[in-house]
């Protein structure tokens, strides 16, 4: 198991680009089409609101950049989207296609407190300063 322990930063690296990268395509998605739009999203509305976020704080979470602020965001609007889409749908996470969110909402809340790991901009700001 020691061996697996050494490996934790890393792996917090490895959690943290690729959430961020998700989340990032969620925002592209919904502003730009890019993958395939589910639907259109009208801008400035509450919807575009929360795809501007996720481009912004996904791109910060992917590089690892302000890691800690970008995911107080993003964990706080994932809270928001299943409190104000997908909870009134349903009780249940998994009928009312809030789970996703949920995990976004805990994953994020997680990297504020765990912060970037080693593979980011802010250890390597932080070694420079």
């Not at 400035?44 to 800690?68: C, D, N, Q």
């Not at 996703?100 to 070694?127: E, Q, T």
């Amino acid at each position: 198991m020691d061996s697996l322990t050494t490996w934790q930063p890393r792996v917090l690296s490895v959690l943290r680009i690729v959430t961020g990268l998700i989340f990032l395509l969620h925002g592209t998605q919904k502003l730009i089409g890019v993958p395939a739009p589910t639907r259109a999203v009208e801008a400035f509305s509450l919807p575009w609101t929360a795809g501007v976020i996720e481009i912004v704080s996904g791109l910060a979470i992917l590089v690892g950049f302000m890691t800690r602020p970008a995911a107080f965001l993003a964990s706080g609007t994932m809270a928001v989207a299943y409190w104000m889409a997908h909870a009134p749908r349903d009780v249940f996470p998994t009928n009312n296609g809030g789970d996703a969110a949920i995990l976004y909402c805990f994953i994020f809340l997680y990297l504020v407190f765990a912060g970037p790991g080693p593979w980011s901009i802010d250890a390597m700001l932080k070694k420079e300063g």
